[in-house]
């Protein structure tokens, strides 16, 4: 978060959010022409459900900034109201309405996948989770990383098709070697929010801090997901809300 007024490209924010003044991004030069013939704009407040908990709001303003960078972000600005909501005025290309996701926790977790039990052999400690065609994976439910174990996440372009290069926090790379080592022959899910995004099997210990995810990811799947990834976890009770278009932020005709 830039906080001293310095433009920046699409998705970035160009001042504090809780400055006490509204701010907004700025498109870059090749979407100014197209940003300026959006014919939509809308409103959305952010609230949390315990009163004025400042620090929850500011926390899930982050987390929802990063989700909202995408090439068709016009402006987002953000203004603090005096009972504890925040108002985003969002300007888009595109179809109104934000994408269906942007509220999902973000909670990223690594499992031991049980390819021993069938899905209708459940014990305590034993879960069920759907991959991303919805086929069922059985894993023991203890992550074997710590809470939010991501630093930073990419999508990337790679023998054309699209994956998504994460790092890892320092002490989820050291789980991570570690967790690697004891499961070599057998299968390890990167689960996000409950779905399995990939279940490999361990062939050797990885070290490191970086890690590839594939899974023929289109390229707006791959940027939803590393800017879900970079956003982190949103925290519980916040609640966003459509208020209406917002006729005021589109441009001049």
């Known amino acids: 978060m830039d906080s001293d007024g310095a433009a920046g490209g699409v998705g970035e924010v160009?001042?504090?959010l809780f400055s006490g003044a509204a701010c907004a991004t700025a498109p870059t030069v090749a979407d100014a022409q197209a940003c300026a013939a959006v014919d939509f704009a809308e409103v959305y407040q952010l609230r949390s459900r315990e009163a004025a908990d400042m620090?929850?709001?500011e926390v899930a303003l982050a987390?929802?900034?990063?989700?909202?960078q995408s090439p068709d972000l016009c402006s987002i600005a953000a203004e603090l109201a005096a009972d504890g909501t925040v108002t985003l005025h969002v300007v888009r290309l595109g179809e109104p309405g934000l994408p269906a996701t942007?509220?999902?926790p973000g909670v990223v977790a690594f499992y031991e996948v049980d390819d021993t039990r069938s899905t209708t052999d459940i014990a305590p400690g034993i879960a069920v989770l759907p991959d991303r065609r919805g086929e069922p994976i059985v894993v023991k439910w203890e992550s074997l990383l710590p809470a939010e174990p991501i630093d930073?996440?990419?999508a990337e372009?790679?023998?054309?098709?699209w994956t998504i290069q994460l790092v890892l926090t320092w002490d989820a790379a050291e789980a991570f070697t570690a967790a690697t080592t004891r499961l070599i022959g057998q299968r390890l899910a990167l689960v996000v929010d409950g779905v399995v995004m990939m279940a490999p099997t361990i062939m050797e210990p990885i070290p490191g801090r970086s890690l590839r995810i594939s899974g023929n990811f289109d390229a707006a799947e791959a940027q939803a997901l590393a800017a879900k990834l970079n956003g982190g976890q949103l925290p519980d009770g916040v609640v966003l809300e459509l208020l209406g278009q917002d006729f005021e932020a589109l441009p001049d005709r």
């Open 55 to 57: 620090v929850r709001l």
């Open 157 to 161: 372009q790679l023998n054309g098709g």
């Open 14 to 16: 160009v001042c504090s």
């Open 63 to 68: 987390v929802l900034e990063q989700r909202m």
């Open 152 to 154: 930073e996440a990419m």
């Open 102 to 104: 942007l509220l999902d």
